[in-house]
């Protein structure tokens, strides 16, 4: 089958989008923040990746300028959280739509963390979170230049934590951290086997010098 997705949300004459189904799965950011007036709010993001690793940026878009996207804007900080299995319900709580200034954290029954580098609390469970700075936002247009009232925030990571539970022998262990990930429709997938291979430039044997091994 063919279709064009700008013909409508039915051109694929589906009962059910199959779009973000495809594009599966995807890294849940699960981004904490303070408003101007230092409330804090707390929400996840499917659209959400790590874009760069040197210097670390990861980038997250909000279809609307959502409370935790329009904080980002306000403030130029925000803080990514790993969402995990054990925190699936209190993850999928904070996506409720409460009222702008109520606490997502205290709905969720989590429990704020201070962070070092920037003023946002990260989740005390999360297994491991990421402090970041905003680089630089956007509204995204479409191709004929109108706006979609799509935003993109970029981010540099300034201050990572670490649960060190799940540093296993010297690297960060995400089927023990039970990491998720958002798929297509209502579903969700968890990371439960690894497998790890070379690639052709790495000469056929892991060294100091490896990618993601130094």
């Known amino acids: 089958m063919f279709y064009k997705p700008g013909d409508g949300r039915k051109s694929h004459g589906l009962p059910f989008d199959p779009l973000k189904a495809i594009v ?20 996840p993001y499917s659209f959400f990746n790590l874009v760069q690793g040197y210097p670390p940026i990861m980038v997250f878009g909000s279809e609307g300028l959502k409370h935790s996207a329009a904080n980002a804007v306000a403030t130029g900080e925000f803080v990514f959280n790993l969402a995990t299995r054990p925190l699936f319900e209190a993850m999928n709580t904070s996506s409720g739509a409460l009222p702008e200034g109520e ?58 934590h670490i649960d060190e539970r799940y540093i296993i022998e010297g690297r960060f ?35 100091t010098t490896t990618s993601d091994r130094t």
């Open 24 to 43: 599966a799965p995807r890294p849940i950011g699960w981004m904490s923040t303070l408003d101007a007036a230092g409330r804090p709010n707390l929400a």
């Open 173 to 207: 262990d995400a089927v023990a951290a039970q990491s998720i990930a958002r798929c297509g429709y209502r579903d969700y997938a968890q990371v439960t086997e690894m497998f790890e291979a070379l690639r052709p430039t790495d000469g056929g044997v892991f060294t």
């Open 103 to 160: 606490n997502e954290f205290d709905a969720a029954g989590l429990t704020m963390a201070p962070c070092h580098l920037v003023r946002a609390p990260r989740v005390a469970e999360s297994p491991a979170s990421m402090e970041c700075k905003v680089l630089q936002w956007m509204e995204l247009h479409d191709l004929d230049g109108k706006p979609t009232d799509g935003f993109m925030i970029i981010g540099q990571v300034v201050g990572i």
